[in-house]
């Protein structure tokens, strides 16, 4: 329903104490484990204000406190909190959305306002699954476009062999004959079964995102029986044209609602990237993930100014670039982990700083899990990580590799180069602070300008 320009005015004036984060990244990014030590460190940063000491306003911390959003089931902070601190086990994937507020009382830094008491900034922030966000693309693009984009992208190296069945069976078909349920139907199984495929075999870019990761959606929803076809006729009654008309329904009754709710406006973005599992994962699913956060960026409409601005709400000021789980590698190596993200995502950054945001590239670990150590393998001198390897007992020094300062070359993506290893969370008491590299100076660009 449209806002009348009195209500929308009512509403920016409760709005100026809440900024709300939008957290993007592809499954298993590090979404939920981000949100849970942001709470968390929020949450300790009363008493404790060391554990972000790069969020300048950390020290005029009072305390905070968590209530849920309207409208959104609660986060689950503290299950996931106690599996990381007490029971050293990640959180699940996520399959539900859910969402919380993290209230800060702060000091403010002029004396005057200091005067008036203390303020209240409200940080909203929505956790979901990763998959989800392949939705986001499908809005900008019709039926048409989308198979024709589809079909080639399932024609490349990586998706070829897989998708070859449903291949077969579309082929066969003429997109402009009479519409046929079960046909369609046939067409949509095959073509799920190739997605699921694809994403088990590590790609991003798979949509329908729901038919990965159907939430709240039974598998067998009806809403879900998509899929692209070949070029050919469309039109009313057709084949193609009844499959296009179940694309809109799902875009119309799935997508948009998810878009709408949660991603229209916010006032501050971070995208996570986990560039280490892209690079762990070789050269295709790199390049699968390059274009995954390429086409999920396309949809966002940045840099809102003028009248539009002031109606709708929140205005994107800040884009927040991360390359996740930066301590699965040295402190060394972090300047080109960074560098390297910077690389990843810059064309989009250009896009969205020519639209007047600001954007910002950081290396960053939610939760730091490993030490820096220096080790001798093969007669040389490394810097290593000291962790527990998931699957291991015990810590362990490794050697996890170099990371390129530029997209890797040929030679790069040669066997073993890149060693990463996952690991468990460090043993924590988990009161003062979970340990992090770069949350505070994520949470400094994102909110710093807001506690004031
Ligand atoms: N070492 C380390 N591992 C991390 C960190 N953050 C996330 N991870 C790892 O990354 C995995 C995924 O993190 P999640 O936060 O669950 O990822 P997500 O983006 O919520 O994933 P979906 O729910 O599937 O969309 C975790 O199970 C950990 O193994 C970190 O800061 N350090
Ligand atoms: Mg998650």
């Known amino acids: 329903m449209a806002e009348t320009g009195a209500r929308a005015a009512l509403r920016r004036i409760s709005e100026r104490n809440t900024v709300r984060i939008a957290v993007t990244g592809l499954r298993q990014c590090g979404k939920t484990v981000f949100t849970t030590s942001v709470v968390h460190n929020l949450l300790a940063a009363g008493q404790w204000p060391e554990a972000l000491p790069f969020l300048k306003a950390a020290g005029r911390i009072v305390a905070a406190e968590v209530s849920p959003l309207a409208g959104v089931p609660l986060f689950p902070y503290e299950e996931s909190l106690a599996g990381?601190?007490?029971?050293?086990?990640?959180?699940?994937?996520?399959?539900?959305?859910?969402?919380?507020?993290?209230?800060?009382?702060?000091?403010?830094?002029?004396?005057?306002?200091?005067?008036?008491?203390?303020?209240?900034?409200?940080?909203?922030?929505?956790?979901?699954?990763?998959?989800?966000?392949?939705?986001?693309?499908?809005?900008?693009?019709?039926?048409?476009?989308?198979?024709?984009?589809?079909?080639?992208?399932?024609?490349?190296?990586?998706?070829?062999?897989?998708?070859?069945?449903?291949?077969?069976?579309?082929?066969?078909?003429?997109?402009?004959?009479?519409?046929?349920?079960?046909?369609?139907?046939?067409?949509?199984?095959?073509?799920?079964?190739?997605l699921r495929a694809a994403a088990a075999d590590g790609l991003f870019l798979n949509q329908p995102a729901r038919i990965v990761r159907p939430g709240e959606m039974a598998a067998d929803d009806p809403l879900l029986r998509i899929s692209p076809l070949g070029p050919g006729g469309g039109g009313p009654g057709t084949l193609a044209g009844a499959m296009a008309a179940r694309y809109d329904e799902y875009r119309q009754r799935v997508v948009a609602p998810f878009y709408r709710q949660h991603f229209r406006t916010f006032a501050a973005q971070i995208v996570l990237v986990d560039v280490l599992a892209a690079l762990k994962g070789g050269e295709e699913r790199f390049g699968d993930m390059r274009d995954a956060v390429g086409a999920i960026l396309q949809s966002f409409d940045y840099g809102r100014s003028g009248l539009r601005a002031w109606l709708e709400g929140a205005r994107t000021r800040r884009v927040?670039?991360?390359?996740?789980?930066?301590?699965?590698?040295?402190?060394?190596?972090?300047?080109?982990?960074?560098?390297?993200?910077?690389?990843?995502?810059?064309?989009?950054?250009?896009?969205?700083?020519?639209?007047?945001?600001?954007?910002?590239?950081?290396?960053?670990?939610?939760?730091?899990?490993?030490?820096?150590?220096?080790?001798?393998?093969?007669?040389?001198?490394?810097?290593?990580?000291?962790?527990?390897?998931?699957?291991?007992?015990?810590?362990?020094?490794?050697?996890?590799?170099?990371?390129?300062?530029?997209?890797?070359?040929?030679?790069?993506?040669?066997?073993?180069?890149?060693?990463?290893?996952?690991?468990?969370?460090?043993?924590?008491?988990?009161?003062?602070?979970?340990?992090?590299?770069?949350?505070?100076?994520?949470?400094?660009?994102?909110?710093?300008?807001?506690l004031r």
Not at 158 to 187: K, Q, V, Y
Not at 333 to 347: I, K
Not at 353 to 382: H, P
């Open 84 to 194: 990381i601190t007490g029971g050293h086990a990640w959180p699940r994937p996520t399959d539900r959305l859910s969402g919380l507020r993290i209230s800060v009382r702060y000091r403010s830094r002029r004396p005057l306002a200091r005067l008036a008491g203390t303020r209240m900034l409200h940080v909203d922030l929505v956790d979901y699954p990763g998959e989800w966000l392949l939705d986001l693309p499908l809005m900008a693009q019709d039926f048409t476009a989308w198979s024709a984009e589809t079909l080639a992208r399932t024609q490349a190296p990586a998706r070829a062999a897989l998708f070859e069945r449903w291949r077969a069976f579309i082929d066969g078909l003429e997109g402009g004959g009479p519409a046929d349920e079960a046909l369609l139907d046939g067409a949509a199984a095959l073509y799920a079964e190739a």
């Open 320 to 450: 927040v670039f991360a390359a996740t789980k930066a301590d699965h590698v040295s402190s060394n190596q972090h300047p080109n982990l960074r560098q390297l993200l910077r690389e990843v995502v810059a064309r989009e950054s250009n896009r969205i700083r020519f639209r007047g945001v600001d954007t910002e590239a950081l290396a960053l670990s939610s939760v730091r899990c490993t030490e820096d150590v220096v080790g001798e393998a093969q007669g040389q001198t490394l810097s290593m990580v000291l962790g527990t390897p998931v699957g291991r007992e015990t810590e362990t020094a490794l050697f996890p590799g170099e990371i390129p300062a530029h997209f890797p070359g040929p030679r790069d993506w040669q066997q073993g180069r890149f060693r990463f290893l996952d690991f468990l969370p460090a043993r924590v008491h988990g009161v003062r602070g979970l340990p992090q590299i770069g949350l505070d100076l994520a949470l400094q660009s994102l909110v710093g300008d807001r």
